[in-house]
């Protein structure tokens, strides 16, 4: 669980360095809510590019990619899963 934890820090660690920027830029905090909803847009437009697997069997896909794995210790990502390197 604690690479999940990280990576939603990461992700949303510029936001109060932007919001406080486009605070001390425009003097207002509507700035921030114009930024807010263009990114809420941008979730919005990502989400309907997204393919749609409702009512699909993905198991095939699933285990096509399982054999296709290298078994030599790395992960899809070439990164090694060996601890104490």
Known sequence: MLPVS???VREKRPAPLIATWL??????SYAIA???AA???LSLIATALMTDYTGKD???EYATRAA???TSGSTEFGISSRRGR
């Not at 605070?23 to 207002?28: A, I, L, N, Q």
């Open 68 to 70: 296709s794995r290298p």
């Open 23 to 28: 605070f001390g830029t425009y003097h207002s």
């Open 58 to 60: 993905i198991a095939g």
């Open 6 to 8: 990280r990576g939603s």
């Open 34 to 36: 114009v930024y807010i």
């Open 39 to 41: 990114c809420a847009v």
